[in-house]
């Protein structure tokens, strides 16, 4: 007799006893995966613009749902419960993978070194995989024994989703038919996701291929508030996120780039801009001359760091609050472990409680250990392998248990990574390992690896937890998220070196920019074995075909720090500003590109190089730590705020907006439920329900896969962007003009006042619950 009261009333939706059920079949594992890529790729958007994703799982399992309802209409087999369910197992793997990637990976090319195609997808592949395999061991401790105390809401709410949309047949053989709804409310769930993203896409193609309207626009304040501004990107991707994340975690944000924006930047610039040298950290610049936006502004030259600090802090504080559950969760997950293998020995376990053998489960994570240490491209080392090991079971537990407590919005995964690369950069500076070449890389694939492996570690916990209400075989769950997870890998690394290439700009180098007998050494070059690595200026405009040397300057003292292309007498001959945290934003020929600030990866460039190299204005750092524990004092979630304070204000606008928005949709939810004398939590579950959840999440994946798709073919599209750009300059008011930035405004208020006007009006009758950042 079990001691857990509610698992001893649980009774799945499909019983274990029904076992001819169609579960682990091609097709839906072949549409889980393609949704997943299509998911991952926009969540990898997300993350190099503001630093957050958005869970795929219910948008997942609506598209699932009508994709085959509507196929069933047209003579083909409806799918089962069970199907739809490794739709969405399958599916969800691209976000969590895109999330640990984006967080990392551009931390590369701030470090001065490449992104190179095997480094991003090795680590994609083995964090993911290496997450997913922690993870079976701990499911029974985490999904079942603790069922009742682990709600996992996202996974419980994404199973009514599913039973909601459940066919005849799987209505038939289910203990709980009664509850079922009609197909209408799915049928409409599915209908609104695709009207949001086509809506999404078709607004992002207009405005950036054709120049339908200015994609930024904003108010720069004159005397007596010099320096400050206000702007806002049309942006339909981040006016869903902020609906969907909610007013408080939206206001929290803006307000952190409103302190940036109305008060530090205007601070520096009435202190400072009367000094006759330059401060430190610039090098060149006087405060008086740097412009609001771009390279050596103010916000590029100092916010940034008191940004990265606020962003540390208030991850390493999230992590601490989270110490008590973290301590529970390991213990649980060692005694789990160790009962492991004496439950799978029973003879007939049921079928709903089958997990993927334990063999299979630890030779598959020591076959990726020795990939781990062997492969050249990642530069790791034993020491390096035992860390990622140790810390990825220790916060894949961590992410496991905290998801079911708190959900995945409060989950530290940034925190986690966070220490992860602070206790593994104080391991190598007491050893000494302190080279850039190798040991920065060692570090950051090592928190790559485990930030990857955490994410995916409790995104499969929400994805188990939908399986066991609705009676899902664990191993045929397991078996989906592995595929998903490997295909969907194999993917965001072309998208994310394609996204760095199609917005880097190589700019001549000015031949006083380096002393006339300046010479870049032989040893510093970067190198492919034992010769200097060469490559090509990959700009057609520039009409230059040589072959280059690579070079990164961290010594200002020599020139502009940056990466730049070497000729054959060591001179360097071009800087390249990458397209991820790069500054430059647009090209000779007056081509404008989309730059991305990849905020978290920022952060864990500057712990690398701050421990190992102690090259940090750690002033200004301190300044943003400080920031951060103000706030914490005040009772205000710091992390958000931080995130605010270091993104462009333009970016944290739109979230407020969408925040905004969810506001007042839920205002005329709360309104409609007066005298149901409903608890608190009851009226959150029936603002949940609103279909503005969906149609934000259109607007995300239309949005943002618009925004790679132009961003990828940039290339191609050039003379006509240019076209469209130089029509636009002279005939759209739109696009330029005196009234150009107020009226560039009114299409994204159109895509705001349809979110509302859908949010409201309650179309589905099941309880798609809303989905959360990381």
């Not at 590029?300 to 962003?311: D, E, K």
């Not at 990164?552 to 800087?575: I, W």
């Not at 000779?588 to 190299?613: E, F, Q, V």
């Not at 907006?657 to 939590?681: A, F, I, M, T, Y």
């Amino acid at each position: 007799m079990t001691k857990n009261p509610f698992l001893a009333n649980f009774r799945p939706y499909i019983a274990d006893t029904v076992k001819n059920m169609r579960e682990l079949t091609p097709v839906p594992l072949l549409v889980g995966t393609l949704l997943g890529v299509i998911f991952g790729i926009s969540s990898l958007y997300l993350v190099l613009k503001v630093g957050l994703t958005v869970s795929a799982s219910i948008p997942v399992a609506v598209i699932s749902i009508t994709l085959f309802r509507l196929l069933s209409r047209l003579g083909l087999r409806d799918i089962t419960i069970l199907e739809h369910n490794i739709v969405q197992t399958a599916g969800s793997a691209g976000e969590s993978i895109a999330f640990g990637v984006g967080v990392t990976m551009p931390a590369i090319l701030i470090l001065g070194f490449d992104l190179e195609i095997w480094r991003v997808t090795l680590v994609a592949v083995l964090g993911g995989l290496l997450g997913i395999l922690m993870m079976i061991p701990l499911r029974r401790a985490m999904i079942r024994e603790q069922h009742g105390f682990l709600k996992y809401p996202e996974g419980t709410a994404c199973a009514e989703v599913l039973k909601a949309g459940a066919n005849q047949e799987s209505r038939r053989a289910s203990i709980e038919a009664e509850t079922a709804v009609t197909d209408s409310s799915i049928s409409s769930g599915g209908k609104t996701i695709g009207a949001g993203f086509g809506l999404g896409f078709l607004f992002v193609t207009l405005m950036q291929v054709f120049k339908g309207w200015k994609e930024v626009p904003g108010k720069e304040f004159g005397p007596p508030f010099q320096g400050g501004s206000i702007s806002l990107e049309n942006n339909p991707a981040l006016l869903g996120v902020g609906y969907i994340i909610g007013p408080r975690i939206a206001g929290v944000m803006f307000a952190g780039g409103a302190l940036a924006y109305l008060v530090l930047i205007p601070m520096i610039a009435y202190f400072g801009g009367g000094l006759g040298q330059p401060l430190t950290p610039a090098t060149a610049k006087l405060i008086s001359d740097m412009a609001l936006e771009g390279k050596d502004s103010i916000q590029s030259t100092y916010i940034l760091y008191i940004g990265a600090g606020a962003v540390a802090a208030g991850g390493i504080i999230s992590l601490f609050r989270s110490f008590p559950m973290i301590f529970g969760g390991i213990r649980s997950g060692i005694r789990d472990f160790r009962s492991g293998d004496k439950v799978a020995v029973k003879e007939a376990l049921p079928r709903t409680d089958q997990d993927i053998s334990m063999k299979w489960v630890i030779g598959g994570i020591l076959a990726l250990t020795v990939i781990l240490a062997l492969v050249p491209a990642l530069k790791m080392n034993i020491m390096g392998a035992v860390f990622v090991i140790l810390f990825g079971f220790l916060f894949v537990t961590v992410s496991s248990r905290l998801t079911g407590e708190i959900g995945s919005s409060s989950n530290p995964i940034s925190g986690m990574t966070v220490a992860t690369l602070l206790l593994t950069c104080l391991a190598f500076l007491l050893l000494g390992w302190t080279q850039p070449d190798p040991y920065f890389v060692t570090a950051l694939s090592i928190g790559g690896i485990v930030c990857i492996a955490s994410s995916n570690g409790g995104t499969t916990s929400q994805d188990l937890k939908t399986g066991f209400h609705v009676g899902s075989t664990p191993w045929k769950q397991q078996v989906a998220i592995l595929v998903g997870a490997l295909v969907s890998a194999l993917a965001l690394g072309p998208v994310l070196i394609g996204l760095n290439e199609a917005s880097t700009v190589y700019v001549p180098v000015a031949p006083a920019a380096f002393a006339t007998e300046f010479r870049v050494p032989d040893s510093q070059l970067l190198r492919l074995g034992d010769e200097p690595k060469r490559e090509g200026v990959k700009d057609e405009r520039l009409n230059d075909e040589a072959s280059y040397f690579v070079w990164h300057n961290t010594d200002v003292a020599r020139g502009e720090a940056g990466r730049y292309l070497v000729d054959e007498a060591g001179k360097p001959a071009y800087l390249v500003d990458p397209g991820i945290n790069g500054t430059i934003t647009e090209r000779a020929d007056g081509t404008s590109i989309t730059k991305y600030y990849a905020p978290k990866a920022t952060l864990m460039s500057y712990i690398i190089k701050g421990i190992l190299s102690q090259e940090l204005p750690w002033n200004l750092v301190l300044l943003g730590v400080m920031i951060a524990i103000v706030l914490e004092l005040a009772g205000i979630p710091s992390l958000a705020f931080a995130v605010g304070l270091y993104l462009p204000i333009a970016v944290s606008a739109p979230i407020f907006v969408g925040g905004l928005v969810r506001w007042l949709v839920d205002k005329e939810v709360v309104k409609g439920l007066r005298g149901r004398n409903l608890k608190e939590e009851e009226i959150i579950a029936e603002t949940d329900k609103s279909p503005g959840v969906l149609l934000a999440s259109g607007y995300i994946a239309g949005g943002a896969l618009a925004g790679i798709m132009v961003a990828l073919a940039a290339e191609f599209l050039s003379g006509t962007v240019l076209t469209f750009t130089n029509w636009s300059e002279a005939n759209n008011p739109f696009f330029a003009g005196a009234n150009a930035d107020w009226l560039a405004l009114l299409p994204f208020g159109l895509l705001a006042v349809l979110l509302y006007l859908t949010g409201r009006s309650l179309l589905l009758a099941g309880k798609p619950a809303t989905e959360v950042p990381r």
